[in-house]
């Protein structure tokens, strides 16, 4: 069957590092995304990976290593304004997102 | 502003009424999805459409049916709504099947008492 696997919720404190862990077991493999969702909005496109190694955007990185099915998320300068729940879906053989249940990342000042 | 619009934001119905929510998105996307999220769990796929004209199940299609008459517009019906069906859905679009960025709109609360 297909699985994701990220914690429940986790909490850091404002300026430091997070990562967010993420692994998985679908059917196939095409990529992995992360997507960050604040309390009542929408789900928002944070990164994707398809090949091994990480991946920088500003603050934020995410890793991939395909062979040990896992993934991370890594929030460096952390601000309140990231707290928000983390979403790891990776992408089947049928190009179908499987979505985690999210982690709940509590920012205290 | 480009993006997508959901309708009703937020509805109480009565069970074994009938209800359709709507999707309209202006980024002549090919690819458009409804998903549901419950609490404690992740998104999950209840019906897709590739391209207009097409439609396919997801993984939680049971009480809902879809319609693609055109690119823009992705409705989704619950023919007679039950408690279960008590959730947030959300209308999302891609440019394309296999790209991957999911575009999504701002959700539909939905309560069936």
């Known amino acids: 069957g297909q699985n994701i696997d990220q914690p429940t919720e986790m909490t850091a404190t404002e300026g430091a590092i997070v990562q967010i862990n993420c692994t998985y077991q679908t059917s196939g493999f095409n990529g992995l995304f992360w997507y960050q969702q604040h309390a009542g909005e929408a789900p928002t496109f944070l990164s994707y990976n398809v090949l091994d190694g990480l991946e920088e955007k500003g603050r934020f990185s995410s890793f991939l290593s395909r062979s040990k099915g896992y993934s991370y998320l890594l929030l460096k300068e952390l601000q309140m304004k990231d707290s928000a729940s983390y979403l790891c879906?990776?992408?089947?053989?049928?190009?179908?997102?499987?979505w985690g249940a999210g982690t709940k990342l509590i920012i205290k000042p | 502003i480009a993006g997508i619009t959901q309708a009703p934001t937020s509805q109480i119905l009565a069970a074994g009424r009938r209800m359709t929510l709507r999707c309209t998105q202006d980024m002549r996307h090919n690819a458009m999805y409804w998903y549901r999220q419950d609490l404690g769990l992740g998104l999950r796929l209840i019906h897709y459409s590739n391209t207009a004209g097409t439609t396919g199940k997801g993984e939680v299609p049971d009480g809902y049916s879809v319609s693609r008459a055109n690119t823009d517009d992705f409705p989704l019906t619950l023919a007679s709504a039950v408690p279960s069906q008590t959730s947030v859905y959300f209308c999302?679009?891609?440019?394309?099947?296999?790209?991957?960025?999911?575009?999504f709109g701002e959700g539909s609360r939905l309560t069936v008492l």
């Open positions: 879906a990776p992408r089947d053989s049928n190009y179908q997102l499987i």
């Open positions: 999302a679009s891609s440019a394309g099947e296999d790209t991957g960025e999911l575009f």
